[in-house]
Structures are given as C-alpha cells and as structure tokens.
C-alpha cells in the first residue's frame, strides 16, 4: 500500500499523522486532500471508538478502499472527564481551538497544581470492505497548565505538559510531540496491520 486515507478533515491532525507515517514510507491523504469533495460526516456517538467507527465505516463505505479515522480529545480529571469525546467542539460548533483552550483555562483557573491531572486519548479506527472495524486506543498521561504556551501543534496542545516534561506540546518539534503522543501510541498498535495493506 503507497497510499492510505485518513478519515479526517483537522489539518492539525494530519500534520501528526504525515510525521509518523513518513518511517513506514506510506503515502496518507486527508479527507481536504481528494479530488471528489467529501460531506461532514456527523459524529453522533458518545465514545471515542462510537466517532471513529462512523468516519472510517462512511468513508469506507464510499470508496470501497482501507481506511483509518482518528477520533481523540482531552479528558481532564478536575471536569470529570470533560471536554473529552467534545474536545472539537466544546466552546460551540464552530470547533476554534482557541476559544475551546479559553473556556478549559477559565473552568481551570481554581484548580490546584496537584489536580490538574488529565490525558490526551486518541483512538484508531480501521475500516475494510467486508470486514469488522478493529479498534487501537493509545493515551498521553499528563497535567493542564495555567496558560497556553508555544507555537506548535494544534488544539490543547498550547496548555498540555506529557508527564515528566518541562515542555508543552505546542512547545516541543513535531519530532518530539510524535514520540510520546496519544496518536503515536495508537498508531504503534496498528503498524504490523498497516505493512500488510
Ligand atoms: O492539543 C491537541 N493535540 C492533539 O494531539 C489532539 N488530538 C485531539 N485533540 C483535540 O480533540 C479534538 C478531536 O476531535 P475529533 O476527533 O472529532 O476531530 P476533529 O473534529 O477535529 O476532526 P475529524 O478527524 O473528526 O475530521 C481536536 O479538535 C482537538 O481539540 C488534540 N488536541
Ligand atoms: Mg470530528
């Protein structure tokens, strides 16, 4: 396989998965990356494994090829568990990571050093024409700053420090975010299916 679609319109997203897929020597395109314009695809579950098998299944379904759909978000300790399968949209439909990093601070800014505990959770989903959608979930442990700080990354990546680091994620390189990432982990599970495609 030199070429594998990812169910996924989040350019953030796909900058991740271009960096990691780029050792396997797979070829990835995006849902903006087609020639044929693909609907929005309503994610109407309420678990992260419900979102993705509806993109991957879709978009399988569509174009009669393999495909991967990521769905993944923030769970933060002190929010029980909130933005979590939310995290796009948790300030409104209009899924604008600042103002959703905004309206996590400001629910944050009581909270306490020690419980600011929280994870990124990203699952992978797998779709093939005629077979069961498989399931790969990897998480990223760590703690919700007080402010978004760094350039890099998308999302709460401003706002996320990966336990034992000094760094943000939107302060480390995208080198550096795909070692110890959510997505890396997930993907990590899924390499010896994708080498067979
Ligand atoms: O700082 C972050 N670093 C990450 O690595 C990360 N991974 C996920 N997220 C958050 O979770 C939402 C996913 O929601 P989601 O899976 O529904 O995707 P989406 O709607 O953005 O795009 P699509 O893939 O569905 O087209 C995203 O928008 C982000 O807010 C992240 N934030
Ligand atoms: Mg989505």
């Known amino acids: 396989m030199e070429e594998l679609i990812i169910a996924t319109k989040n350019k953030g997203k796909m900058k991740d998965f271009k960096g990691l897929f780029d050792p396997l020597g797979i070829e990835v395109s995006s849902l903006l990356d087609l020639s044929k314009p693909v609907d929005d695809i309503e994610e109407t579950g309420t678990t992260f494994e419900e979102n993705a098998a509806i993109k991957a299944e879709a978009i399988c379904e569509k174009f009669g090829t393999p495909v991967i759909a990521d769905d993944s978000g923030i769970e933060i300790d002190a929010l029980n568990g909130a933005p979590g399968v939310y995290s796009a949209r948790y300030a409104g439909e209009d899924k604008d990571d600042k103002a959703n990093l905004g309206k996590v601070l400001t629910e944050m800014q009581d909270v306490s050093q020690a419980e600011r505990t929280g994870r990124f959770v ?37 706002i996320f420090y990966p336990t034992g680091s000094a760094k943000t994620m939107a302060e480390m390189t995208p080198q550096e975010k795909n070692q110890i990432s959510h997505r890396k982990k997930a993907l990590d599970k899924i390499e010896n299916w994708v080498m067979q495609l």
Do not use: H, M, S, W
């Open 122 to 158: 990203c699952v992978l989903a797998i779709a093939q024409p005629g077979q069961k959608t498989i399931f790969k979930r990897g998480e990223c442990e760590g703690t919700i700053g007080f402010q978004a700080i760094g350039k890099n990354g998308f999302g709460y990546d401003p």
